[in-house]
């Protein structure tokens, strides 16, 4: 099976913003990331999907609800395992 990881690694130069979403609701967390472009589009990724590529946008309001709607929140500081247990 062919890795995404060259591809990936060549993307990482375009990328300008990075943020981490987290869907506390399941068990574990689920975590996605979206990332903005230098050339202005946006994209989410999967980590735990080798960083497969779930959505592309070219505004960062399309993607922040498409998050929205799938119950993700934008993680800001930690989560302590009680908090989500």
């Known amino acids: 099976m062919l890795s995404h990881t060259p591809d ?21 967390p689920l975590i996605l990331m979206l990332v903005s472009g ?4 946006f994209c989410i990724y999967d980590p735990s999907k080798n960083y497969k590529s779930l959505f592309l946008s070219s ?7 498409w998050l929205l709607e799938d119950e993700y929140e ?3 500081g ?6 989500i247990a």
């Open 8 to 28: 990936l690694a060549e993307q990482i130069n375009d990328w300008e913003l990075i943020e981490l979403w987290v869907n506390p609701i399941v068990f574990p």
């Open 38 to 41: 230098k050339n202005g589009g």
């Open 59 to 65: 505004t960062y309001d399309e993607a922040h609800s």
């Open 74 to 76: 934008r993680c800001d």
């Open 78 to 83: 930690r989560f302590f395992a009680a908090e």
